[in-house]
């Protein structure tokens, strides 16, 4: 069974930098992919940024050069380093995990940008 909890979120004005942590449990998070997600009010999840299990990294077109995703296999944990933040930047993030056809979700940590 894996589980993930992130850490993190907050309120933060505009301009200011936040950082993400998701914990897994279980022990397939070297062999897995992982992403997170976020969700604003009214909207649909959307893919913010992913890590494969070799490091390799891609963002939505809205955070590259913003954020940065990063994972430490050691730890078990993937993090997610968001600077410049904006107001359209708030919504509760989501960390993912993807293994062997299965999709694992943590319960999500606000970030709320505003002055």
């Known amino acids: 069974q894996v589980q993930l909890v992130e850490s993190g979120g907050g309120l933060v004005q505009p301009g200011g930098s936040l950082r993400l942590s998701c914990a897994a449990s279980?022990?397939?998070?070297?062999?897995?992919?992982m992403a997170w997600y976020r969700q604003a009010p009214g909207k649909e999840r959307e893919l913010v940024a992913a890590i494969t299990r070799e490091g390799d990294t891609s963002y939505r077109d809205s955070v590259k050069g913003r954020f940065a995703i990063s994972r430490d296999n050691a730890k078990n944990t993937v993090s997610l380093q968001m600077n410049s933040l904006k107001p359209e930047d708030a919504a509760v993030y989501y960390c993912?995990?993807?293994?062997?056809?299965?999709?694992?979700w943590g319960k999500g940590t606000l970030v709320t940008v505003s002055s």
């Open positions: 993912n995990l993807k293994v062997v056809g299965m999709n694992y």
């Open positions: 279980g022990r397939v998070f070297s062999i897995s992919a």
